[in-house]
């Protein structure tokens, strides 16, 4: 017996072309170049409770870190925007913004958090801090220091 020879319809043929072009479109997709963000969080809570706040992190060159920090701008008090880097040639601030509450409507004074973006530029240990004061009284209702390791 033998077997008909069917070509495949157009449209069948123009499907499986689809499919694999949208096969190699998404291969470079699979191996982003992007790296890696690591992130630290303090609440409201522990700025208000903790006088000196103090976390340990460990990047890659080329990491980026993302420091939330909760914060209430009903109030006077502020994180300083620009942080002290201990040794700037090894982290660099890339970014600060205040992200604002979303309370329910009719509720005020609530908090929101400051966050800051960090890159690792290079291998090396360093620290990131900044402080939680009034502008009319320096001295800090709360200090927040990031000791850093890049590898």
């Known amino acids: 017996m033998s077997q008909i020879f069917r070509p495949e319809s157009s449209k069948a043929f123009a499907v499986k072309k689809i499919v694999a072009i949208l096969v190699l479109l998404a291969v470079p997709g699979c191996t982003s170049s992007a790296q890696p963000t690591k992130t630290i969080g303090i609440t409201i809570d522990d700025v208000l409770n903790q006088k000196v706040i103090t976390r340990d992190i460990t990047l890659a060159v080329g990491d980026k870190l993302e420091v939330s920090l909760g914060a209430n701008h009903t109030t006077p008090y502020k994180w300083t925007a620009e942080t002290q ?6 982290v660099q601030q890339t970014s600060h913004e205040f992200v604002a ?17 960090f ?3 290079k291998a090396g240990t360093t620290t990131i801090a900044t402080e939680y004061t009034m502008s009319t009284d320096p001295t800090p209702a709360s200090t927040f220091t990031a000791n850093v390791k890049v590898h």
């Open 85 to 90: 880097i201990g040794d700037p040639s090894i």
């Open 101 to 117: 509450p979303n309370p329910p409507p009719g509720v005020v004074g609530t908090s929101g958090t400051e966050v800051w973006t």
């Open 119 to 121: 890159k690792a530029l």
